[in-house]
């Protein structure tokens, strides 16, 4: 028999008509027999609209601290359009992405992300043919999209 459980505080405000903001504390509980496990996610939101120009930017900057990929964590973050992404936050990491969108007119749109993970704990992440030498594993993406 093995049990997990989840504790979220989150917290989402607007600071102006241009500045959204999303704070949240997530804590992960895994017990199974003799082994109690415990981790925790803590990650700030920012939403920037500018006024004379049609540019958005999203950013997030995570901090995570799991005892294992058993009280892995998993959060929506924002992304290209039509691109889903639900990463497993685990281990002793932070993360940081930043996403920025912008309106060339209305019929084209170009995004771009950058995205970041630093694991403290580790010199290799994932395994078989996945296996990155390091403790960093970095993304970029970009999209232009055009509507007819």
């Not at 803590?42 to 294992?68: G, I």
């Not at 007119?105 to 996945?130: P, V």
């Amino acid at each position: 028999d093995r049990s997990k459980s989840t504790l979220r505080f989150h917290f989402g405000y607007s600071v102006s008509s241009q500045l959204r903001m999303a704070s949240r504390l997530e804590y992960s509980f895994y017990d199974e027999d003799q082994l109690d496990e415990k981790g925790y996610v803590l990650f700030q939101d920012v939403k920037y609209y500018f006024r004379r120009t049609p540019l958005q930017l999203t950013a997030r900057f995570a901090l995570v601290e799991t005892d294992s990929y058993n009280t892995r964590i998993y959060a929506y973050e924002n992304d290209l359009t039509y691109v889903f992404s639900i990463p497993p936050y685990y281990g002793r990491s932070s993360r940081f992405y930043l996403l920025a969108s912008y309106d060339l007119n209305q019929s084209i749109d170009l995004q771009a992300k950058y995205g970041y993970f630093h694991f403290y704990d580790r010199d290799e992440i994932s395994s078989g043919l996945n296996t990155i030498q390091g403790n960093k594993l970095s993304e970029i993406k970009a999209q232009v999209r055009v509507k007819f």
